[in-house]
Protein backbone atom coordinates (compact mmCIF):
# COMPACT_ATOMS: atom_id res chain seq x y z
CA UNK A 1 0.00 0.00 0.00
CA UNK A 2 2.49 2.21 0.99
CA UNK A 3 4.97 1.32 -1.54
CA UNK A 4 2.39 1.72 -4.06
CA UNK A 5 1.63 4.96 -3.05
CA UNK A 6 5.48 6.28 -3.20
CA UNK A 7 5.80 4.63 -6.45
CA UNK A 8 2.99 7.09 -7.64
CA UNK A 9 4.09 9.58 -6.14
CA UNK A 10 7.20 9.23 -7.97
CA UNK A 11 5.86 8.37 -11.79
CA UNK A 12 3.86 12.21 -10.65
CA UNK A 13 7.09 13.36 -10.09
CA UNK A 14 9.00 12.18 -12.78
CA UNK A 15 6.05 13.30 -15.25
CA UNK A 16 5.93 17.07 -13.72
CA UNK A 17 9.50 17.19 -14.33
CA UNK A 18 9.38 16.17 -17.91
CA UNK A 19 6.58 18.95 -18.52
CA UNK A 20 3.27 16.95 -19.55
CA UNK A 21 2.28 16.81 -15.75
CA UNK A 22 2.79 20.74 -15.36
CA UNK A 23 0.92 21.55 -18.77
CA UNK A 24 -1.76 19.28 -17.77
CA UNK A 25 -2.13 20.67 -14.69
CA UNK A 26 -1.78 24.57 -15.69
CA UNK A 27 -4.56 23.81 -18.43
CA UNK A 28 -6.36 22.24 -15.73
CA UNK A 29 -6.27 25.47 -13.67
CA UNK A 30 -8.00 27.76 -16.51
CA UNK A 31 -10.64 25.14 -17.46
CA UNK A 32 -11.68 24.84 -13.28
CA UNK A 33 -12.01 28.29 -13.38
CA UNK A 34 -14.41 28.34 -15.76
CA UNK A 35 -16.63 25.47 -13.21
CA UNK A 36 -15.67 28.30 -10.40
CA UNK A 37 -16.93 31.45 -11.96
CA UNK A 38 -20.23 29.54 -13.28
CA UNK A 39 -20.12 28.65 -9.46
CA UNK A 40 -19.49 32.06 -8.22
CA UNK A 41 -21.94 33.44 -10.29
CA UNK A 42 -24.82 31.21 -9.19
CA UNK A 43 -23.42 31.86 -5.27
CA UNK A 44 -23.58 35.67 -6.04
CA UNK A 45 -26.96 36.17 -7.46
CA UNK A 46 -28.46 33.94 -4.75
CA UNK A 47 -26.68 35.42 -1.22
CA UNK A 48 -27.30 39.08 -2.85
CA UNK A 49 -30.92 38.39 -3.13
CA UNK A 50 -31.49 37.19 0.49
CA UNK A 51 -33.10 40.49 1.62
CA UNK A 52 -36.53 40.10 -0.72
CA UNK A 53 -35.88 36.13 -0.56
CA UNK A 54 -36.63 36.04 3.31
CA UNK A 55 -39.06 38.83 3.11
CA UNK A 56 -41.83 37.19 0.53
CA UNK A 57 -40.76 33.74 -0.17
CA UNK A 58 -42.64 32.19 -3.04
CA UNK A 59 -44.84 34.88 -3.11
CA UNK A 60 -42.38 37.03 -5.30
CA UNK A 61 -42.96 35.22 -8.31
CA UNK A 62 -46.55 35.49 -7.49
CA UNK A 63 -46.91 39.48 -6.33
CA UNK A 64 -48.78 41.47 -8.62
CA UNK A 65 -47.70 45.01 -7.34
CA UNK A 66 -44.03 46.38 -8.25
CA UNK A 67 -44.05 49.55 -6.09
CA UNK A 68 -40.08 50.52 -5.03
CA UNK A 69 -41.41 53.50 -2.75
CA UNK A 70 -43.48 51.50 -0.78
CA UNK A 71 -40.82 48.53 -0.63
CA UNK A 72 -43.71 45.72 -2.21
CA UNK A 73 -42.14 43.58 -4.78
CA UNK A 74 -43.96 40.89 -6.96
CA UNK A 75 -42.26 39.86 -10.10
CA UNK A 76 -45.34 38.59 -11.54
CA UNK A 77 -45.68 41.44 -14.24
CA UNK A 78 -41.89 41.01 -15.36
CA UNK A 79 -42.51 37.08 -15.74
CA UNK A 80 -45.68 37.89 -18.01
CA UNK A 81 -44.54 40.34 -20.05
CA UNK A 82 -40.95 37.97 -20.34
CA UNK A 83 -43.17 34.84 -21.22
CA UNK A 84 -45.43 36.57 -23.58
CA UNK A 85 -43.30 38.47 -25.45
CA UNK A 86 -41.35 35.01 -25.96
CA UNK A 87 -44.34 33.43 -26.98
CA UNK A 88 -44.78 36.26 -29.71
CA UNK A 89 -41.49 35.57 -31.06
CA UNK A 90 -41.52 32.10 -31.10
CA UNK A 91 -45.04 31.96 -33.18
CA UNK A 92 -43.47 34.04 -35.54
CA UNK A 93 -40.20 33.08 -35.76
CA UNK A 94 -40.46 29.32 -35.56
CA UNK A 95 -42.10 28.94 -39.41
CA UNK A 96 -40.16 31.49 -40.57
CA UNK A 97 -36.99 29.67 -39.82
CA UNK A 98 -37.84 26.11 -40.08
CA UNK A 99 -39.08 27.13 -43.50
CA UNK A 100 -35.92 29.44 -44.48
CA UNK A 101 -34.15 25.99 -43.07
CA UNK A 102 -35.71 23.50 -45.30
CA UNK A 103 -35.17 25.84 -48.33
CA UNK A 104 -31.43 25.95 -47.27
CA UNK A 105 -30.89 22.35 -46.53
CA UNK A 106 -33.05 20.87 -48.84
CA UNK A 107 -33.52 22.50 -51.67
CA UNK A 108 -30.89 25.10 -52.68
CA UNK A 109 -27.87 24.30 -54.80
CA UNK A 110 -24.92 24.11 -52.52
CA UNK A 111 -23.41 27.16 -53.17
CA UNK A 112 -26.70 29.48 -52.75
CA UNK A 113 -27.33 27.53 -49.67
CA UNK A 114 -23.72 28.34 -47.52
CA UNK A 115 -23.87 32.20 -48.92
CA UNK A 116 -27.25 32.35 -47.39
CA UNK A 117 -26.43 30.82 -44.18
CA UNK A 118 -23.70 33.40 -43.93
CA UNK A 119 -25.84 36.30 -43.94
CA UNK A 120 -27.68 34.37 -41.38
CA UNK A 121 -25.13 34.58 -39.49
CA UNK A 122 -24.19 37.58 -40.10
CA UNK A 123 -27.94 38.75 -38.82
CA UNK A 124 -26.95 36.48 -35.39
CA UNK A 125 -23.99 39.08 -35.16
CA UNK A 126 -25.75 42.49 -35.21
CA UNK A 127 -25.59 43.96 -31.72
CA UNK A 128 -29.29 43.45 -30.01
CA UNK A 129 -28.58 47.47 -29.59
CA UNK A 130 -28.90 47.82 -33.16
CA UNK A 131 -32.05 46.13 -33.10
CA UNK A 132 -33.62 48.16 -30.62
CA UNK A 133 -32.30 51.62 -32.40
CA UNK A 134 -34.55 50.40 -35.65
CA UNK A 135 -37.46 49.36 -33.60
CA UNK A 136 -38.00 52.47 -31.64
CA UNK A 137 -37.27 54.51 -35.16
CA UNK A 138 -38.32 52.40 -37.70
CA UNK A 139 -40.90 49.36 -36.39
CA UNK A 140 -42.30 51.04 -33.83
CA UNK A 141 -44.09 53.65 -35.91
CA UNK A 142 -44.47 51.38 -38.41
CA UNK A 143 -46.83 48.95 -36.03
CA UNK A 144 -48.49 52.25 -35.34
CA UNK A 145 -49.07 53.76 -38.04
CA UNK A 146 -49.81 50.74 -40.37
CA UNK A 147 -49.89 46.89 -38.77
CA UNK A 148 -51.97 47.71 -35.27
CA UNK A 149 -54.70 49.71 -36.74
CA UNK A 150 -55.13 46.65 -39.49
CA UNK A 151 -54.97 44.34 -36.65
CA UNK A 152 -57.89 46.66 -34.61
CA UNK A 153 -60.10 46.68 -37.76
CA UNK A 154 -60.17 43.19 -38.47
CA UNK A 155 -59.81 41.56 -35.82
CA UNK A 156 -60.35 44.16 -33.15
CA UNK A 157 -63.08 41.94 -31.24
CA UNK A 158 -60.20 39.49 -29.74
CA UNK A 159 -59.01 40.71 -26.57
CA UNK A 160 -55.64 40.34 -27.35
CA UNK A 161 -56.23 43.00 -30.04
CA UNK A 162 -58.13 45.58 -27.87
CA UNK A 163 -56.78 49.06 -26.09
CA UNK A 164 -55.14 52.04 -27.70
CA UNK A 165 -52.76 51.81 -30.40
CA UNK A 166 -49.01 53.13 -29.35
CA UNK A 167 -46.63 51.11 -31.14
CA UNK A 168 -44.72 49.96 -28.45
CA UNK A 169 -45.67 47.40 -26.29
CA UNK A 170 -45.77 43.39 -26.27
CA UNK A 171 -46.39 43.50 -29.86
CA UNK A 172 -43.50 45.19 -30.93
CA UNK A 173 -41.35 43.64 -28.19
CA UNK A 174 -42.54 40.13 -29.64
CA UNK A 175 -41.49 41.18 -33.19
CA UNK A 176 -38.17 42.03 -32.69
CA UNK A 177 -37.03 39.56 -30.62
CA UNK A 178 -38.51 37.12 -33.67
CA UNK A 179 -36.07 38.89 -36.00
CA UNK A 180 -33.46 38.69 -33.57
CA UNK A 181 -33.89 34.64 -32.66
CA UNK A 182 -34.67 33.61 -36.32
CA UNK A 183 -31.18 32.78 -37.18
CA UNK A 184 -30.84 30.51 -34.37
CA UNK A 185 -33.19 28.16 -35.21
CA UNK A 186 -32.23 28.57 -39.05
CA UNK A 187 -28.53 27.57 -38.54
CA UNK A 188 -29.29 24.84 -36.01
CA UNK A 189 -32.46 23.30 -37.76
CA UNK A 190 -30.40 23.63 -40.81
CA UNK A 191 -27.55 21.43 -39.44
CA UNK A 192 -30.35 19.21 -37.96
CA UNK A 193 -31.58 18.50 -41.42
CA UNK A 194 -28.41 18.17 -43.18
CA UNK A 195 -27.68 15.69 -41.08
CA UNK A 196 -30.48 12.93 -41.33
CA UNK A 197 -28.63 10.57 -43.76
CA UNK A 198 -29.95 10.48 -47.33
CA UNK A 199 -31.23 7.00 -47.61
CA UNK A 200 -34.17 8.32 -45.37
CA UNK A 201 -34.80 11.28 -48.35
CA UNK A 202 -34.48 8.94 -51.19
CA UNK A 203 -36.54 5.57 -49.38
CA UNK A 204 -39.21 8.61 -49.46
CA UNK A 205 -38.59 9.82 -52.84
CA UNK A 206 -38.52 6.03 -54.34
CA UNK A 207 -41.64 5.06 -52.79
CA UNK A 208 -43.58 8.01 -54.95
CA UNK A 209 -43.47 10.77 -52.22
CA UNK A 210 -42.91 14.02 -53.81
CA UNK A 211 -40.44 16.52 -52.05
CA UNK A 212 -42.26 18.00 -50.08
CA UNK A 213 -43.67 14.92 -48.78
CA UNK A 214 -40.61 13.61 -48.11
CA UNK A 215 -39.48 16.43 -45.95
CA UNK A 216 -42.44 16.70 -44.12
CA UNK A 217 -43.27 13.15 -42.76
CA UNK A 218 -39.88 11.55 -43.16
CA UNK A 219 -36.91 14.17 -43.30
CA UNK A 220 -38.08 17.08 -40.66
CA UNK A 221 -39.38 13.84 -37.83
CA UNK A 222 -36.21 12.49 -38.54
CA UNK A 223 -34.13 15.46 -37.17
CA UNK A 224 -36.97 16.66 -34.65
CA UNK A 225 -34.98 16.37 -31.48
CA UNK A 226 -32.34 19.09 -33.20
CA UNK A 227 -34.85 21.17 -34.20
CA UNK A 228 -36.62 21.11 -31.15
CA UNK A 229 -33.37 22.08 -29.41
CA UNK A 230 -33.04 25.15 -31.68
CA UNK A 231 -36.34 26.16 -30.76
CA UNK A 232 -35.03 26.07 -27.23
CA UNK A 233 -31.89 27.75 -27.28
CA UNK A 234 -33.57 30.30 -29.23
CA UNK A 235 -36.68 30.48 -26.64
CA UNK A 236 -33.46 31.24 -23.94
CA UNK A 237 -31.85 33.83 -25.91
CA UNK A 238 -35.53 35.60 -26.32
CA UNK A 239 -36.31 35.00 -22.64
CA UNK A 240 -32.92 37.04 -21.52
CA UNK A 241 -32.37 39.83 -24.04
CA UNK A 242 -32.30 42.66 -23.02
CA UNK A 243 -31.73 46.17 -24.62
CA UNK A 244 -34.01 45.66 -27.91
CA UNK A 245 -36.87 44.51 -25.87
CA UNK A 246 -36.45 47.45 -23.09
CA UNK A 247 -36.00 50.07 -25.74
CA UNK A 248 -39.91 48.90 -27.57
CA UNK A 249 -41.72 47.02 -24.89
CA UNK A 250 -42.82 50.49 -23.41
CA UNK A 251 -41.95 49.81 -19.67
CA UNK A 252 -45.02 49.36 -18.06
CA UNK A 253 -45.49 46.96 -14.87
CA UNK A 254 -49.06 45.94 -15.36
CA UNK A 255 -50.74 42.88 -16.69
CA UNK A 256 -52.56 42.93 -19.60
CA UNK A 257 -54.44 40.33 -22.00
CA UNK A 258 -53.80 42.78 -24.88
CA UNK A 259 -50.51 42.64 -26.83
CA UNK A 260 -50.87 45.93 -28.26
CA UNK A 261 -50.29 47.10 -23.91
CA UNK A 262 -47.52 48.49 -23.29
CA UNK A 263 -45.88 45.82 -20.75
CA UNK A 264 -42.24 44.83 -19.06
CA UNK A 265 -40.02 42.33 -18.96
CA UNK A 266 -37.72 40.95 -16.48
CA UNK A 267 -34.62 41.82 -18.04
CA UNK A 268 -35.91 45.40 -19.15
CA UNK A 269 -36.74 46.13 -15.58
CA UNK A 270 -33.70 45.49 -14.33
CA UNK A 271 -31.40 47.52 -16.67
CA UNK A 272 -34.02 50.55 -16.11
CA UNK A 273 -33.69 50.11 -12.75
CA UNK A 274 -30.45 48.86 -11.22
CA UNK A 275 -28.63 52.29 -11.24
CA UNK A 276 -31.44 54.48 -10.19
CA UNK A 277 -32.21 51.80 -7.14
CA UNK A 278 -31.59 53.44 -3.70
CA UNK A 279 -32.54 51.11 -1.09
CA UNK A 280 -31.25 47.61 -0.93
CA UNK A 281 -34.44 46.32 -0.35
CA UNK A 282 -34.80 47.34 -4.08
CA UNK A 283 -31.28 46.48 -5.36
CA UNK A 284 -32.08 42.89 -4.34
CA UNK A 285 -35.29 42.48 -5.35
CA UNK A 286 -33.48 43.26 -8.83
CA UNK A 287 -30.81 40.75 -8.42
CA UNK A 288 -33.28 37.94 -7.51
CA UNK A 289 -35.64 38.84 -10.48
CA UNK A 290 -31.90 38.01 -12.23
CA UNK A 291 -31.70 34.72 -10.38
CA UNK A 292 -35.28 33.83 -12.01
CA UNK A 293 -34.02 34.59 -15.02
CA UNK A 294 -31.04 32.68 -14.78
CA UNK A 295 -32.29 29.32 -13.65
CA UNK A 296 -34.91 29.94 -16.34
CA UNK A 297 -32.33 30.03 -19.44
CA UNK A 298 -29.87 27.88 -17.84
CA UNK A 299 -33.03 24.91 -17.38
CA UNK A 300 -33.76 25.95 -21.16
CA UNK A 301 -30.13 25.61 -22.30
CA UNK A 302 -29.31 22.85 -20.49
CA UNK A 303 -32.34 20.88 -21.53
CA UNK A 304 -31.50 21.61 -25.72
CA UNK A 305 -28.26 20.94 -25.01
CA UNK A 306 -28.89 17.69 -24.44
CA UNK A 307 -31.13 17.35 -26.99
CA UNK A 308 -28.71 18.44 -29.45
CA UNK A 309 -25.96 15.85 -28.08
CA UNK A 310 -28.80 13.31 -28.62
CA UNK A 311 -29.47 14.24 -32.19
CA UNK A 312 -25.15 14.13 -32.92
CA UNK A 313 -25.13 10.45 -31.42
CA UNK A 314 -28.25 9.11 -33.30
CA UNK A 315 -31.25 10.37 -35.68
CA UNK A 316 -33.97 9.87 -33.10
CA UNK A 317 -35.80 7.32 -34.24
CA UNK A 318 -39.75 8.38 -34.51
CA UNK B 1 -56.37 9.44 -59.06
CA UNK B 2 -55.40 11.95 -61.66
CA UNK B 3 -56.51 14.61 -59.63
CA UNK B 4 -55.23 13.80 -56.48
CA UNK B 5 -51.53 13.30 -57.86
CA UNK B 6 -52.14 16.89 -59.23
CA UNK B 7 -52.86 18.36 -55.81
CA UNK B 8 -49.94 16.86 -54.33
CA UNK B 9 -48.07 18.25 -57.03
CA UNK B 10 -49.78 21.49 -56.34
CA UNK B 11 -48.97 21.20 -52.79
CA UNK B 12 -45.44 20.00 -52.98
CA UNK B 13 -44.84 23.14 -55.08
CA UNK B 14 -46.42 25.80 -52.85
CA UNK B 15 -45.07 24.35 -49.80
CA UNK B 16 -41.42 24.81 -51.31
CA UNK B 17 -42.50 28.26 -52.71
CA UNK B 18 -43.12 29.15 -49.27
CA UNK B 19 -39.48 27.65 -47.55
CA UNK B 20 -38.58 29.49 -50.37
CA UNK B 21 -39.95 32.81 -49.28
CA UNK B 22 -39.34 32.16 -45.75
CA UNK B 23 -35.44 32.02 -46.28
CA UNK B 24 -36.13 35.28 -48.90
CA UNK B 25 -37.88 37.48 -45.82
CA UNK B 26 -35.05 35.89 -43.07
CA UNK B 27 -32.35 36.79 -45.20
CA UNK B 28 -33.41 40.64 -46.82
CA UNK B 29 -33.84 41.31 -43.15
CA UNK B 30 -30.32 41.88 -42.74
CA UNK B 31 -30.44 44.04 -45.81
CA UNK B 32 -33.24 45.98 -44.69
CA UNK B 33 -30.93 46.50 -41.21
CA UNK B 34 -28.05 47.88 -43.09
CA UNK B 35 -29.74 49.81 -45.62
CA UNK B 36 -31.45 52.04 -42.85
CA UNK B 37 -28.21 52.14 -41.42
CA UNK B 38 -25.90 53.24 -44.24
CA UNK B 39 -29.60 55.67 -45.09
CA UNK B 40 -29.96 57.67 -41.44
CA UNK B 41 -26.51 56.63 -40.09
CA UNK B 42 -24.19 57.97 -43.52
CA UNK B 43 -26.02 61.50 -43.55
CA UNK B 44 -25.46 61.59 -39.92
CA UNK B 45 -21.73 60.61 -39.90
CA UNK B 46 -19.61 63.52 -39.82
CA UNK B 47 -16.11 63.80 -38.85
CA UNK B 48 -17.27 65.65 -35.30
CA UNK B 49 -18.56 61.59 -34.36
CA UNK B 50 -15.26 60.40 -34.17
CA UNK B 51 -12.87 63.73 -32.72
CA UNK B 52 -15.76 65.74 -30.55
CA UNK B 53 -16.67 64.86 -27.05
CA UNK B 54 -20.96 64.83 -26.48
CA UNK B 55 -22.84 68.01 -26.29
CA UNK B 56 -24.92 69.02 -23.09
CA UNK B 57 -28.51 67.10 -23.29
CA UNK B 58 -30.29 69.12 -25.73
CA UNK B 59 -27.59 70.82 -27.46
CA UNK B 60 -26.64 69.83 -31.14
CA UNK B 61 -23.25 69.08 -32.24
CA UNK B 62 -20.63 67.43 -30.56
CA UNK B 63 -19.49 63.41 -31.20
CA UNK B 64 -18.48 60.70 -29.06
CA UNK B 65 -14.82 60.19 -29.19
CA UNK B 66 -14.83 59.08 -26.22
CA UNK B 67 -17.11 56.33 -26.15
CA UNK B 68 -15.07 55.30 -29.26
CA UNK B 69 -12.03 54.98 -27.00
CA UNK B 70 -13.88 53.49 -24.26
CA UNK B 71 -15.25 51.27 -26.12
CA UNK B 72 -11.75 50.10 -27.55
CA UNK B 73 -10.32 49.92 -24.51
CA UNK B 74 -13.50 48.02 -23.09
CA UNK B 75 -12.66 45.34 -26.13
CA UNK B 76 -8.91 45.42 -25.22
CA UNK B 77 -9.60 44.48 -21.33
CA UNK B 78 -12.05 41.92 -22.33
CA UNK B 79 -9.58 39.98 -25.09
CA UNK B 80 -6.57 40.36 -22.45
CA UNK B 81 -8.27 38.57 -19.86
CA UNK B 82 -10.59 36.26 -21.93
CA UNK B 83 -8.48 35.35 -24.45
CA UNK B 84 -5.60 33.33 -22.04
CA UNK B 85 -8.08 31.85 -19.87
CA UNK B 86 -10.44 30.54 -22.78
CA UNK B 87 -7.56 29.79 -24.70
CA UNK B 88 -6.02 27.69 -22.07
CA UNK B 89 -9.64 25.66 -20.87
CA UNK B 90 -9.77 25.10 -24.51
CA UNK B 91 -6.15 23.45 -24.62
CA UNK B 92 -7.08 21.41 -21.63
CA UNK B 93 -10.61 19.92 -23.00
CA UNK B 94 -9.16 19.30 -26.23
CA UNK B 95 -5.65 18.35 -25.37
CA UNK B 96 -5.13 17.13 -21.51
CA UNK B 97 -8.67 16.52 -19.90
CA UNK B 98 -10.49 13.16 -19.18
CA UNK B 99 -13.43 12.81 -20.60
CA UNK B 100 -15.83 13.17 -17.87
CA UNK B 101 -14.20 16.77 -16.98
CA UNK B 102 -14.12 17.31 -20.75
CA UNK B 103 -17.78 17.28 -20.67
CA UNK B 104 -17.81 19.34 -17.70
CA UNK B 105 -16.21 22.09 -18.62
CA UNK B 106 -17.83 21.99 -22.10
CA UNK B 107 -21.18 21.67 -20.70
CA UNK B 108 -20.39 24.38 -18.07
CA UNK B 109 -18.93 26.51 -21.10
CA UNK B 110 -22.32 26.18 -22.93
CA UNK B 111 -24.12 27.01 -19.64
CA UNK B 112 -22.07 30.36 -19.08
CA UNK B 113 -22.55 31.15 -23.20
CA UNK B 114 -26.68 31.11 -22.52
CA UNK B 115 -26.42 33.34 -19.33
CA UNK B 116 -28.49 36.62 -20.42
CA UNK B 117 -25.78 39.45 -20.80
CA UNK B 118 -27.94 41.21 -18.18
CA UNK B 119 -27.26 38.54 -15.65
CA UNK B 120 -23.45 38.85 -16.11
CA UNK B 121 -23.37 42.21 -15.70
CA UNK B 122 -25.39 41.62 -12.00
CA UNK B 123 -22.82 39.57 -11.47
CA UNK B 124 -19.85 41.81 -12.17
CA UNK B 125 -21.33 44.53 -10.80
CA UNK B 126 -21.61 42.35 -7.54
CA UNK B 127 -18.15 41.24 -7.29
CA UNK B 128 -16.29 44.46 -8.90
CA UNK B 129 -18.03 47.46 -8.26
CA UNK B 130 -20.08 46.82 -5.12
CA UNK B 131 -17.12 46.16 -3.14
CA UNK B 132 -14.82 49.69 -4.49
CA UNK B 133 -18.30 51.53 -4.45
CA UNK B 134 -18.11 52.80 -8.13
CA UNK B 135 -18.51 51.54 -11.70
CA UNK B 136 -15.60 51.37 -13.06
CA UNK B 137 -13.79 50.64 -17.22
CA UNK B 138 -12.11 47.45 -15.48
CA UNK B 139 -15.52 46.20 -14.56
CA UNK B 140 -17.17 46.56 -17.77
CA UNK B 141 -14.30 45.24 -19.45
CA UNK B 142 -14.41 41.98 -16.90
CA UNK B 143 -18.01 41.46 -17.57
CA UNK B 144 -17.44 41.14 -21.33
CA UNK B 145 -14.27 39.14 -20.85
CA UNK B 146 -16.94 36.66 -19.37
CA UNK B 147 -18.74 36.37 -22.57
CA UNK B 148 -15.67 36.17 -24.59
CA UNK B 149 -14.59 33.12 -22.58
CA UNK B 150 -16.88 30.75 -23.67
CA UNK B 151 -16.67 31.70 -27.48
CA UNK B 152 -12.84 31.62 -27.16
CA UNK B 153 -13.10 28.03 -25.83
CA UNK B 154 -15.31 26.52 -28.10
CA UNK B 155 -13.17 27.90 -31.07
CA UNK B 156 -9.74 26.59 -29.27
CA UNK B 157 -11.29 23.13 -28.62
CA UNK B 158 -12.95 22.81 -32.19
CA UNK B 159 -10.00 23.95 -33.66
CA UNK B 160 -7.07 21.74 -31.79
CA UNK B 161 -9.54 18.79 -32.79
CA UNK B 162 -9.09 19.38 -36.18
CA UNK B 163 -5.46 19.47 -36.65
CA UNK B 164 -5.16 16.46 -38.49
CA UNK B 165 -3.27 13.27 -36.89
CA UNK B 166 -0.41 12.45 -39.09
CA UNK B 167 0.92 15.73 -37.87
CA UNK B 168 0.54 15.05 -34.11
CA UNK B 169 1.85 11.29 -34.60
CA UNK B 170 4.66 12.78 -36.72
CA UNK B 171 5.83 15.48 -33.47
CA UNK B 172 5.27 12.46 -30.95
CA UNK B 173 7.33 10.24 -33.33
CA UNK B 174 10.33 12.84 -33.59
CA UNK B 175 10.37 12.03 -29.38
CA UNK B 176 8.85 15.43 -28.87
CA UNK B 177 6.49 15.20 -25.17
CA UNK B 178 2.78 15.56 -25.17
CA UNK B 179 3.29 18.89 -24.30
CA UNK B 180 5.58 20.26 -26.60
CA UNK B 181 3.94 18.67 -29.36
CA UNK B 182 0.94 20.71 -28.17
CA UNK B 183 3.13 23.95 -28.08
CA UNK B 184 4.93 23.84 -31.20
CA UNK B 185 2.84 21.93 -33.68
CA UNK B 186 -0.71 21.58 -32.84
CA UNK B 187 -1.67 25.28 -31.64
CA UNK B 188 0.31 26.80 -34.65
CA UNK B 189 -1.31 24.07 -36.57
CA UNK B 190 -4.86 25.73 -35.43
CA UNK B 191 -3.46 29.24 -34.46
CA UNK B 192 -5.54 30.66 -37.52
CA UNK B 193 -8.57 29.13 -36.58
CA UNK B 194 -8.29 30.46 -32.96
CA UNK B 195 -7.46 33.60 -34.25
CA UNK B 196 -10.59 33.97 -35.67
CA UNK B 197 -12.30 32.62 -33.01
CA UNK B 198 -10.54 35.67 -30.93
CA UNK B 199 -12.31 38.22 -33.77
CA UNK B 200 -15.56 36.39 -33.74
CA UNK B 201 -15.89 36.77 -29.66
CA UNK B 202 -14.29 40.70 -29.96
CA UNK B 203 -17.31 41.48 -32.24
CA UNK B 204 -19.61 39.95 -30.38
CA UNK B 205 -18.82 41.81 -27.38
CA UNK B 206 -17.94 44.85 -29.19
CA UNK B 207 -21.89 45.02 -29.24
CA UNK B 208 -23.25 43.71 -26.11
CA UNK B 209 -24.77 46.91 -24.05
CA UNK B 210 -26.90 45.14 -21.03
CA UNK B 211 -23.10 44.16 -18.92
CA UNK B 212 -22.01 47.59 -19.65
CA UNK B 213 -24.84 49.13 -17.91
CA UNK B 214 -24.16 49.19 -14.59
CA UNK B 215 -20.56 48.40 -14.35
CA UNK B 216 -18.74 50.96 -17.22
CA UNK B 217 -21.74 53.17 -16.94
CA UNK B 218 -21.35 56.20 -18.68
CA UNK B 219 -19.20 58.96 -18.37
CA UNK B 220 -19.48 62.41 -20.54
CA UNK B 221 -16.07 62.99 -20.45
CA UNK B 222 -12.71 60.64 -21.17
CA UNK B 223 -11.96 58.49 -19.16
CA UNK B 224 -8.56 57.97 -18.20
CA UNK B 225 -7.30 54.77 -16.54
CA UNK B 226 -8.94 51.82 -15.21
CA UNK B 227 -11.24 53.21 -12.35
CA UNK B 228 -13.25 55.86 -13.79
CA UNK B 229 -16.75 54.86 -15.57
CA UNK B 230 -16.48 55.41 -19.43
CA UNK B 231 -18.65 56.03 -21.96
CA UNK B 232 -19.18 53.18 -24.63
CA UNK B 233 -20.37 53.04 -28.37
CA UNK B 234 -23.83 50.61 -27.48
CA UNK B 235 -24.65 52.14 -24.60
CA UNK B 236 -24.34 55.77 -26.65
CA UNK B 237 -26.69 54.01 -29.03
CA UNK B 238 -29.05 52.85 -26.11
CA UNK B 239 -29.04 56.70 -24.22
CA UNK B 240 -29.10 58.74 -27.38
CA UNK B 241 -31.86 56.70 -28.56
CA UNK B 242 -34.63 56.50 -25.69
CA UNK B 243 -33.58 60.66 -25.35
CA UNK B 244 -36.09 62.80 -26.43
CA UNK B 245 -33.74 65.00 -28.76
CA UNK B 246 -33.49 64.79 -32.44
CA UNK B 247 -29.60 65.35 -32.54
CA UNK B 248 -29.22 62.60 -30.20
CA UNK B 249 -31.17 60.19 -32.47
CA UNK B 250 -29.23 61.59 -35.45
CA UNK B 251 -25.48 60.43 -33.76
CA UNK B 252 -27.36 57.37 -32.10
CA UNK B 253 -28.06 56.16 -36.38
CA UNK B 254 -24.53 57.23 -36.59
CA UNK B 255 -23.04 55.19 -34.06
CA UNK B 256 -25.14 52.33 -34.89
CA UNK B 257 -23.59 52.26 -38.37
CA UNK B 258 -19.80 52.92 -37.03
CA UNK B 259 -21.17 49.70 -34.93
CA UNK B 260 -22.47 47.62 -37.37
CA UNK B 261 -20.51 48.09 -39.72
CA UNK B 262 -17.39 47.32 -36.98
CA UNK B 263 -19.13 44.08 -36.19
CA UNK B 264 -20.00 42.95 -39.55
CA UNK B 265 -16.10 43.50 -40.48
CA UNK B 266 -15.04 41.48 -38.15
CA UNK B 267 -17.48 38.37 -39.43
CA UNK B 268 -16.39 38.90 -43.15
CA UNK B 269 -12.63 39.07 -42.64
CA UNK B 270 -13.08 35.55 -40.04
CA UNK B 271 -14.96 33.67 -43.36
CA UNK B 272 -12.25 35.15 -45.41
CA UNK B 273 -9.15 34.45 -43.20
CA UNK B 274 -10.56 30.92 -42.63
CA UNK B 275 -10.72 30.22 -46.46
CA UNK B 276 -7.86 31.59 -47.25
CA UNK B 277 -6.58 28.93 -45.10
CA UNK B 278 -8.67 25.87 -46.43
CA UNK B 279 -7.35 26.83 -50.08
CA UNK B 280 -3.67 26.94 -48.33
CA UNK B 281 -4.27 23.60 -47.20
CA UNK B 282 -5.40 21.97 -50.32
Known amino acids: MAAAATSRVQLFRRRLQAGDEAAHLLTLLFGVSILLITVLLVWELWVNSALPRQKFGLGFLFGRVWDPVAEQFGALPFIYGTVVTSAVALLIAVPFGLGAAIFLAELAPARISSALTFVVELLAAVPSVIFGLLGVFILVPFLRTTVQPALQSTLGYLPIFRGPVLGVGLLAAGVVLAIMIVPFIVSISREALLAVPAEQREAALALGATRWEATRQVVVPYARLGIFGSVLLALARALGETMAVTMVIGNDPRISASLLAPGYSIAAVIANEFTEASSEMHVQALIELGLVLFLLTILLNGVARLLILGMGRQGGRP | ?282
Not at chain 2, 86 to 100: L, P, Q
Not at chain 2, 184 to 201: F, N, Q, Y
Not at chain 2, 275 to 280: I, M, V
Open chain 2, 1 to 282: MKTRFILRKAINALMLGLTGLCALVTVSVLFFILGYLLWNGGRALDWNFFTKLPSPPGETGGGMANAIAGSAKLILISVLVGLPVGFMAGVYVAEFSGKTMAFFVRYTTDLLNGVPSIVIGIFVYAIAVLPVKHFSVLAGGLALSLILIPVVVRTTEEFLRSVPGPLREGALALGARHWQAVATVIVPAAARGILTGAILGAARVAGETAPLLFTSFNNRYWSPGLGEPSASLPVMIFTYAIAPYDDWHRQAWAAGLVLLGLVLAANIATRWILSKGLSAQR
